[in-house]
């Protein structure tokens, strides 16, 4: 395996890999690394790789494919991205290259810790024939459940993955702060949420709902959000409600809008 860009996914899926037995013949990086990988760096000749890996910034994708084919004899490449279609390596499938993406469902917010977290997380498999086989038999090996993912579907499942995780975040910032503001440590909560998720996972999210939205309690949500508007913080709270009656399929009251 050859890696492209070894930021936080692909520091992480080259520890991993490498872990499991894979050999990482090398790292090609524009800057600095932020992170100690153990892998040698690419100078001027390019190792030959039977996978090549790039694991860049999305925009910088289609720039780095250009890289690759001026530097590398066709083999199989993929990228990293759950958003940007395989699409982005089309002038490599011109010259005779199997392409694909391996999107790993998972926060990698390093290589380290991502390369613990990816065994036990799901992951996106866009590719076909030969390369899907060896991208499956890659997920089996790094304890990985494999799912295919169809190209036209990519901007779909990576909104739901950011709804599944970075709008969580965006609950919990605005809980925080509220806590904190009523003298009750964030980590009061962390047992409220656990449960929340667990529910969400064992009966559905719509199902788990609880709470004075899920009711139609509108006098106890006027005085959370006058709450929250005193800290400043009564658009976040807002915008977060009316999502959670989209969720509990109840109609916001006009009367608590005002911004």
């Known amino acids: 395996m050859l890696l492209v860009g070894p930021g936080r996914a692909g520091g992480s899926l080259a520890l991993a890999a490498a872990a499991v037995g894979h050999q990482i013949v090398g790292l090609v990086a524009r800057s600095p690394l932020r992170w100690d990988l153990p892998f040698p760096m690419v100078d001027r000749e390019w190792p030959s790789a039977d996978l090549v890996v790039i694991a860049t910034r999305d925009s910088d994708i289609a720039a780095a494919a250009s890289e690759v084919a001026g530097n590398h004899a066709p083999s199989s490449a993929i990228h990293l991205s759950g958003a940007t279609s395989v699409e982005a390596l089309a002038g490599l499938a011109a010259l005779g290259w199997k392409i694909g993406s391996f999107h790993p469902l998972q926060t990698l917010p390093d290589p380290a810790t991502g390369a613990a977290a990816l065994s036990g997380s799901w992951v996106a498999v866009t590719?076909?024939?030969?390369?899907?086989?060896?991208?499956?038999?890659?997920?089996?090996?790094?304890?990985?459940?494999?799912?295919?993912?169809?190209?036209?579907?990519?901007?779909?499942?990576?909104?739901?993955?950011?709804?599944?995780?970075?709008?969580?975040?965006?609950?919990?910032?605005?809980?925080?702060?509220?806590?904190?503001?009523?003298?009750?440590?964030?980590?009061?909560?962390?047992?409220?949420?656990?449960?929340?998720?667990?529910?969400?996972?064992?009966?559905?999210?719509?199902?788990?709902?609880?709470?004075?939205?899920?009711?139609?309690?509108?006098?106890?949500?006027?005085?959370?959000?006058e709450a929250a508007r005193k800290l400043g913080l009564g658009h976040q709270f807002l915008l977060l409600a009316e999502a959670t009656a989209v969720t509990a399929g109840v109609e916001f009251p006009a009367g608590l809008v005002e911004r």
């Open 127 to 225: 590719a076909g024939g030969d390369l899907r086989r060896r991208l499956a038999s890659l997920a089996d090996d790094l304890g990985m459940t494999k799912f295919d993912l169809a190209d036209s579907a990519k901007p779909a499942y990576h909104a739901g993955a950011a709804a599944a995780s970075n709008f969580l975040l965006a609950g919990l910032d605005l809980a925080e702060r509220l806590l904190r503001d009523a003298g009750v440590p964030f980590a009061a909560a962390a047992p409220l949420s656990a449960e929340i998720l667990e529910n969400a996972f064992e009966k559905g999210p719509r199902p788990a709902l609880t709470g004075p939205i899920a009711r139609g309690d509108w006098e106890t949500v006027k005085a959370q959000l």
